[in-house]
RNA sequence: GGGGGUGUAGCUCAGUUUGGUUAGAGCGUCGGCCUGUCACGCCGAAGGUCGCGAGUUCGAGUCUCGUCACUCCCGCCA
């Protein structure tokens, strides 16, 4: 008989009865009843219970054993009574009669039990986060990532990916988020960075003849966290492929999407390809974000015109300034309490913008403050753009157009909440395309890229030489699920003369070109494929289909909201001969030292 | 860097609004009882720097100020 087990405390069944079989795993609970011990021990695959009566001379020793001790026990397979099956698990018909049991390893009093579902601090949980990743929910999360990167792998390669590996320790890029540098010990003064993503070498992949590429990346940004994004590292289902357009990349990627969430789901309803694909500016307008959730049906609408030179002087003044008016519907929502629409209102004033108008539509007439303010003729306007008659109210937002936008957006996802309209039942995915390629960033008082760097222009170098920068498209877009914006991705720009051009209206000359990006640019003169992709985060692909509100949930060792790993305690101080070898000094913060960097 | 929330027993939380006797409950732990449980049940016990510091007061878990930790958001994330 093997050692530690011959059978899974998952594997036991009504055939096995009458074998004496060997399970080993922890001690999952004990029930003590004085004349009869149950100890359900626990595994990797289930459960499965053990009992002994006192007459065994082992009965103490069982009895005393503390719970999440692993332990072995050898015994018979014995029938459930009719009665005492437990339909709950996959053991429940029979129970093993302990006849032997040998303790492997004993566990102290636990920090957090892995029994039952109570919550626990976040930081107790990543302290032990050994102990949080044997209870149900992480375990199961954990093992629900493996399958669906598994799935992920196998679609991928049967779509003819190849999987290829990209560098760790490679340049610091200069631009985008923060990097993790890491000294060389070889080059006095110089630093590796960790890669943001393998963008570069993935694009060099294509260079170098291979056709289609994806990799499960780790990716690694020095930024700052949020419930959906985990400091420090995650990972990408990075994917470039060659001689293709975008739509392409959408018929490569919608098959995988689709597929995996299918699967996963727990029956929830999944967008069937093709997604639909909305232009960034009707995104803006319609959801007021760049990553609409379409399991929320309000849409909103411009009405600026409906108040231009209207005797609601209000609205009518801030449009002569050049303010848009935006509306957001709200559909049976008249019977509401006067209460409703004032803490709408409120909850705008609170967040800094101006405050949030309303109306409500009862027996042919506009109530509120601003109906009062308005024509017939005007209302009736508000009524046909938006959809909405008699039994409805609707919300205005009116300032200029990034910010009406950014509060009918917000105002939106209120109403979908408060209005209890959103389907939860569902993932509905949307393409958002036609990113613009540049903005002018006001702080800076210049242009700037928007997206990627390395994206094609829409119109390619005619777009840049002919129009207005901030006019331009790219070929980028983003792949958007349940309001979380999963991946980013692009056609890349695979000509050297339209690269230098496009770099040149966000300031930068040829000269900085050659020097940041010499590598990539060198690759692109001899001979590159025109080439494209995307890199959906796996992270959050597993959040979603989790059903966790929180990406933490879904990381068996993540870092805490300050970028700290509580159990293997890093980041860490080094020894001075560490540094030395590293050719580091450290340097003391003081006050002076604060203020500049600040 | 900024804003919000939280901080009371090992853990989850009540008590803070309106300052007033010895700060409570559940889970866990420990002890006792219990032959069919599977969230076993019953009885009992131990367990507290009310995050920390200062202040107001005859008196502070409760009020004020400061500070720390965790978390959510803004900034940041090509």
């Known amino acids: 008989m093997h050692i530690y087990r011959t059978h899974n405390c998952g594997e036991l069944r009504e055939n096995h009865v009458g074998e004496v079989v060997r399970l080993s795993g922890w001690v999952h609970r004990k029930r003590d009843h004085g004349n009869l011990l149950f100890v ?17 001379p082992i009965f103490d020793h069982v009895d005393s054993i503390a719970p999440e001790s692993v332990v072995t026990v050898t015994g018979e397979v014995v029938l459930r009574d009719k009665e005492t099956i437990n339909p ?3 053991t ?7 006849g032997e049991f040998k303790v492997l390893s004993e566990a102290e009093e636990l920090p957090i039990p892995v029994f039952g579902d109570q919550e626990y601090p976040e930081e107790l949980r990543l302290r032990h986060r050994f102990l949080d990743l044997r209870r149900e929910r992480l375990h199961h999360n954990i ?12 679609r991928m390669t049967e779509q003819g990916f190849t999987e290829l590996q990209t560098p760790i320790l490679t340049a610091s890029s200069p631009e985008g988020a923060r990097d993790y540098l890491v000294p060389s010990r070889v080059h006095p003064g110089k630093f590796y960075a960790l890669p943001q993503a393998p963008q570069q070498f993935k694009q060099l992949y294509m260079v170098a003849g291979f056709d289609r590429y994806f990799q499960i990346a780790p990716c690694f940004r020095d930024e700052d966290a949020r419930a959906d994004r985990s400091p420090g590292e995650f990972y990408q289902l990075d994917v470039e492929m060659s001689f293709v357009d975008q739509e392409d990349v959408f018929n490569a990627i919608e098959p995988v999407m689709h597929g995996v969430f299918q699967k996963y789901s727990d029956g929830k309803e999944v967008t069937p390809a093709p997604f639909p694909r909305i232009a ?23 009405v600026t015109d409906a108040f231009s030179g209207s005797s609601f002087k209000i609205f009518s003044n801030a449009i002569e300034g050049g303010a848009v008016v935006r509306a957001i519907p709200a559909p049976g929502a008249e019977q509401n309490p006067r209460s409703f629409f004032d803490k709408m209102n409120e909850w705008a004033r609170e967040n800094g913008w101006p405050g949030l108008g309303y109306m409500v539509f009862t027996s042919g007439e506009a109530k509120g403050p601003i109906g ?13 753009i938006t959809s909405l008659g008699d039994g409805d109210a609707v919300f205005f937002a009116c300032d200029e157009v990034k910010r009406a936008s950014e509060l009918a957006g917000a105002a939106r996802d209120r109403l979908g909440i408060n209005l209890n309209l959103i ?37 390619g170098l005619d777009a840049l030489n002919k129009m207005n920068s901030t006019d331009i498209l790219g070929f980028q877009y983003d792949i958007v699920c349940n309001g979380i914006e999963l991946s980013s991705g692009a056609i890349r720009n695979h000509r050297p003369d339209i690269m230098y051009k496009a770099f040149e209206l966000a300031g930068y000359s040829r000269a900085d070109v050659d020097m940041r990006f010499g590598g990539m640019l060198r690759a692109l003169k001899y001979g590159a494929p025109p080439h494209g992709g995307i890199a959906p985060g796996i992270d959050r692909i597993v959040m979603l289909l989790a059903g966790e509100p929180n990406i933490r949930e879904v990381v068996a060792f993540p870092l805490n909201q300050r970028a700290e790993d509580l159990l293997m305690n890093a980041p860490a101080p080094v020894s001075k001969s560490h540094l030395r070898e590293l050719h580091l000094r450290l340097v003391e913060a003081s006050d002076g030292d604060k203020e500049t960097n600040s």
């Open 280 to 302: 960034y500016a009707d995104a803006m307008l319609q959801f007021g974000s760049d990553k609409p959730d379409l399991r929320n049906p309000l849409r909103i609408t411009d």
């Open 372 to 384: 009062r303010n308005l024509s017939k003729e005007r209302i009736r306007m508000i009524q046909e």
């Open 423 to 459: 389907d939860s039942d569902c993932f509905r995915f949307c393409w958002v395309i036609d990113y613009p390629m540049f903005e002018y960033d006001e702080e800076k008082c210049q242009v700037v890229f928007s997206h990627n760097p390395f994206s094609m222009p829409q119109g």
């Open 88 to 90: 709950s698990i996959s």
């Open 143 to 154: 093992k629900l990532r493996a399958a669906i990167i598994e799935d992920i792998r196998q």
């Open 40 to 56: 359900d021990l626990r595994d990797d695959f289930g459960l499965t219970q053990c009992v002994i009566e006192p007459k065994n």
């Open 92 to 98: 429940g018909t029979i129970e093993i009669r302990i």
